[in-house]
């Protein structure tokens, strides 16, 4: 098929559910919530409101009548612009990482969207197309896919020689989805919205009265107060369990021996695969909560993907045992080998984190003085607070080196455990400010290659092992 594309008309429809759902609460705070003011600024904000819906909406149509694509054997030409035309264009070879989104809107029409990254930082980086038909997607993928391989077989690149079999290695189960619902509290968010909608509702109706007889009833027939106590908490528990039920759903991990590919979702459907050879690093994420109950988060780095927008989406299943998360990165990356034992720091890197400067405190202290003397005592809690995390932070830092693999884990509330290669690292270096000399210790730094670029730093390892990491890495430069 050749010739310019128009997207699908159902592309009217994605977009203004889209503009609509982002406005809402906009339009629900100054047409409901502020019906009744009469001030300067919500009647201008009215105004302003509706001009800019107007010109959303014709944008739209504007978008939908004017932007196009093209697709051929190896490019990709998109056609953009209204007044001013552009036309980008990218080879098939150039594409990185594939995200299919199929939202309840694209249900509608038997349509989906696709997303493809092709390892370009800024706005240019990615080619998206936001309503087409699955046909027209797998039209592409195969393209994609044939224009690859070629390029695989001329350079003999050993992922594309092989044959392509698929492996599930995780498909979500009820009891996974019961442990992400609760782990992820979303249990207790009936809570939150309960006082939100009293405090909406209070604006229009005199609730306080009938609000404190009710409470002091309520006191006095204490058992009635835990039975309504535990009710709320069952239907908070099933309104969480449905959410993380629609968000990680049918959520499966499979690779073959080229991709990565992630499924998820049951209202929005997402799907997104990830060339192995394009994975620069595997980190691992552990809140306090997660700790506790031996769960982790794993995410994948990749050449060319924003590490904001993808998080979600290059995401395994972020609520997994920790040492099935390993068994799977081992068995789907064996490059990947993280480590248990990691070295830790001597003490006298914690005396150097504490004597590092409080700029936070130092600021509270100044704004307070300057402004409200009266509230001097929320620094000390600040300046508490800042130690208690050096603390954790020097507790669990610590790393590894072994063989091409280095490992680092920092953190205090929120650990993560990153590890990387040698030869994906892409700048390393080392500092040592005044205090560190005093201490004999440094910071090691290094980069990834991702949108935007990962930095990842250590703070305290020895002269000698910064010394060791520089030899170390040089190596890698040298064998290039």
Same mark, same amino acid.
């Given at each position: 098929?050749?010739?310019?594309?128009?997207?699908?008309?159902?592309?009217?429809?994605?977009?203004?559910v889209?503009?609509?759902?982002?406005?809402?609460?906009?339009?629900?705070?100054?047409?409901?919530?502020?019906?009744?003011? *009469?001030s300067? +600024?919500?009647? $201008?904000?009215?105004?302003?409101?509706?001009a800019?819906?107007? $010109?959303a909406?014709?944008?739209?149509?504007?978008?939908?009548?004017?932007?196009?694509?093209?697709?051929?054997?190896?490019?990709?030409?998109?056609?953009?612009g209204?007044?001013?035309? *552009?036309?980008?264009?990218a080879?098939?070879?150039?594409?990185h990482?594939?995200?299919s989104n *199929?939202?309840?809107?694209?249900?509608?029409?038997?349509?989906? %969207?696709?997303k493809?990254?092709?390892g370009? =930082?800024?706005?240019?980086?990615?080619?998206?197309f936001p309503v087409?038909t699955?046909?027209?997607?797998?039209?592409?993928?195969?393209?994609?896919?044939?224009?690859?391989?070629?390029?695989?077989?001329?350079?003999?690149?050993?992922?594309?020689?092989a044959?392509?079999?698929?492996?599930?290695?995780?498909?979500?189960?009820?009891?996974?989805?019961?442990?992400?619902?609760f782990?992820?509290?979303?249990?207790?968010?009936?809570?939150?919205?309960? =006082?939100?909608?009293?405090?909406?509702?209070?604006?229009?109706?005199?609730?306080?009265?009938?609000?404190?007889?009710?409470?002091?009833?309520l006191?006095?027939h204490?058992?009635?107060l835990?039975?309504?106590?535990v009710?709320?908490?069952?239907?908070?528990?099933v309104?969480?369990y449905?959410?993380?039920y629609?968000?990680?759903g049918?959520?499966?991990?499979?690779?073959?021996?080229?991709?990565?590919?992630?499924?998820?979702g049951?209202?929005n459907?997402?799907h997104?695969?990830?060339?192995?050879r394009?994975?620069?690093?595997?980190?691992v994420?552990?809140?306090?909560?997660?700790?506790?109950?031996?769960?982790?988060?794993?995410?994948?780095?990749?050449?060319?993907? =924003?590490?904001?927008?993808?998080?979600e989406?290059?995401?395994?299943?972020?609520?997994?045992?920790?040492?099935?998360?390993?068994? #799977?990165?081992?068995?789907m990356?064996?490059?990947?080998? #993280?480590?248990?034992?990691?070295?830790?720091?001597?003490?006298?890197?914690?005396?150097?984190?504490?004597?590092?400067?409080?700029y936070v405190?130092?600021?509270?202290?100044?704004?307070?003085?300057?402004?409200?003397?009266?509230?001097?005592?929320?620094?000390?809690?600040?300046?508490?607070?800042? #130690?208690?995390?050096?603390?954790?932070?020097?507790?669990?830092?610590?790393?590894?080196?072994?063989?091409?693999?280095?490992?680092?884990r920092?953190?205090?509330?929120?650990?993560?455990?990153?590890?990387?290669?040698?030869?994906r690292?892409?700048?390393? *270096?080392?500092?040592?400010?005044?205090?560190?000399?005093?201490?004999?210790?440094?910071?090691?730094?290094f980069?990834?290659?991702?949108?935007p670029?990962?930095?990842?730093?250590?703070?305290?390892?020895?002269?000698?092992?910064?010394?060791?990491f520089?030899? +170390?890495?040089?190596?890698?430069?040298? =064998? %290039?």
């Amino acid at each position: 098929m050749s010739g310019i594309q128009r997207f699908h008309p159902a592309f009217l429809v994605v977009e203004l559910v889209s503009f609509v759902k982002g406005i809402f609460f906009v339009y629900f705070f100054l047409f409901v919530l502020k019906a009744q003011s *009469t001030s300067g +600024w919500v009647v $201008w904000g009215r105004y302003i409101l509706i001009a800019w819906s107007v $010109w959303a909406i014709v944008n739209i149509f504007l978008k939908w009548r004017f932007h196009g694509y093209e697709v051929t054997e190896r490019t990709i030409v998109l056609h953009e612009g209204v007044l001013v035309k *552009t036309r980008r264009t990218a080879g098939l070879d150039r594409v990185h990482n594939q995200t299919s989104n *199929t939202t309840f809107v694209h249900k509608w029409f038997g349509l989906t %969207s696709l997303k493809l990254e092709t390892g370009t =930082s800024g706005d240019h980086g990615e080619i998206e197309f936001p309503v087409i038909t699955q046909e027209e997607k797998e039209r592409i993928l195969s393209l994609i896919g044939l224009q690859q391989q070629e390029n695989g077989s001329r350079e003999g690149d050993e992922f594309f020689e092989a044959e392509t079999v698929r492996t599930m290695r995780f498909q979500s189960k009820k009891k996974d989805l019961i442990r992400a619902s609760f782990t992820s509290l979303s249990f207790l968010a009936i809570f939150p919205l309960l =006082s939100a909608a009293y405090s909406n509702l209070a604006v229009f109706f005199n609730l306080e009265d009938g609000a404190e007889g009710a409470w002091d009833y309520l006191v006095l027939h204490w058992w009635m107060l835990i039975i309504l106590f535990v009710i709320a908490l069952l239907i908070s528990s099933v309104i969480g369990y449905v959410r993380v039920y629609l968000k990680y759903g049918k959520f499966t991990i499979s690779d073959d021996h080229d991709k990565i590919y992630i499924e998820k979702g049951v209202a929005n459907v997402t799907h997104f695969s990830i060339p192995k050879r394009n994975v620069q690093a595997v980190v691992v994420e552990q809140s306090i909560l997660k700790r506790l109950l031996g769960l982790a988060s794993v995410k994948l780095i990749s050449a060319g993907s =924003s590490e904001l927008e993808s998080e979600e989406t290059s995401s395994l299943y972020p609520f997994l045992p920790k040492h099935e998360a390993y068994r #799977i990165i081992q068995d789907m990356l064996p490059h990947y080998e #993280i480590q248990e034992e990691m070295r830790r720091f001597p003490r006298h890197v914690l005396w150097a984190k504490l004597l590092r400067p409080y700029y936070v405190t130092a600021l509270s202290i100044a704004g307070f003085l300057i402004f409200k003397p009266t509230f001097l005592w929320v620094s000390a809690i600040l300046f508490m607070v800042a #130690i208690i995390l050096r603390v954790l932070d020097y507790t669990f830092t610590s790393y590894i080196r072994h063989g091409d693999l280095i490992q680092i884990r920092s953190g205090a509330l929120t650990t993560e455990t990153f590890v990387t290669h040698k030869r994906r690292i892409q700048q390393a *270096t080392v500092t040592h400010s005044w205090l560190q000399r005093r201490f004999g210790i440094a910071t090691l730094s290094f980069t990834n290659r991702a949108d935007p670029t990962h930095v990842s730093e250590l703070y305290g390892v020895s002269r000698e092992e910064a010394g060791e990491f520089y030899d +170390w890495y040089r190596q890698k430069s040298a =064998s %290039s």
